[in-house]
């Protein structure tokens, strides 16, 4: 079982940049892809950025050239580097793992969930 622990997030500004961070624990030793995904109430979590192992990446379209997904396999923690923050940004991110390394969009592709660490970007 993996659990999965996120931090940085916080109350920023717009145009401001956040990182966060995303560390893995527990049956650790596959190959997994990571992703992030984010979401506000009343809505569906909403795909944002996954890399995988061997650090191929995909973004959502609102978040490309600010956003950037990166991975440090020897620390089994991911990273998502927020820059040019906007009020739209405001969510709760979530960070997941798929151990069958699919990177892929939806929410069914992962099997481990973090708690969640909520970003506020005022305008």
């Known amino acids: 079982q993996v659990q999965l622990v996120e931090s940085g997030g916080g109350l920023v500004q717009a145009g401001d940049s956040l990182r966060l961070s995303c560390t893995a624990s527990g049956g650790t030793s596959g190959r997994y892809a990571m992703g992030w995904f984010r979401q506000t109430p009343g809505k569906e979590r909403e795909f944002v950025a996954t890399?995988?192992?061997?650090?191929?990446?995909y973004y959502v379209e609102s978040v490309k050239g600010r956003f950037t997904i990166s991975r440090d396999n020897a620390q089994n923690t991911v990273y998502l580097q927020m820059n040019s923050l906007k009020p739209e940004d405001t969510a709760v991110y979530y960070c997941?793992?798929?151990?069958?390394?699919?990177?892929?969009?939806?929410?069914?592709?992962?099997?481990?969930w973090g708690q969640g660490t909520q970003v506020t970007v005022s305008s």
């Open positions: 890399i995988g192992w061997s650090g191929n990446t």
């Open positions: 997941a793992a798929d151990r069958s390394n699919l990177v892929g969009r939806r929410t069914w592709s992962y099997d481990y």
